[in-house]
């Protein structure tokens, strides 16, 4: 990635646009940021999903006619 914005483009490769090397750095930022924290990226990790009421009553109706 480090490459990709400090080199160069060669002779049959096109420079990157500005929006593209900002995502890049974007990238790379929240990757650094990950690495040295620890924590998992946004919309991931350990989130605990609240069930509905209809869906409890479905687990407790699975949990119970399994046996």
Do not use: H, W, Y
């Amino acid at each position: 990635m480090t490459d990709l914005l400090l080199e160069e483009p060669g002779p049959r490769e096109e420079p990157l646009e500005d929006k593209q090397e900002s995502s890049l750095i974007e990238i790379m930022v929240c990757c650094i940021k990950q690495a040295a924290t620890g924590d998992p990226p946004v919309g991931r990790g350990p989130t605990r999903r609240v069930l509905s009421a209809k869906e409890l009553k479905q687990v407790q109706k699975n949990s119970n006619s399994k046996f």
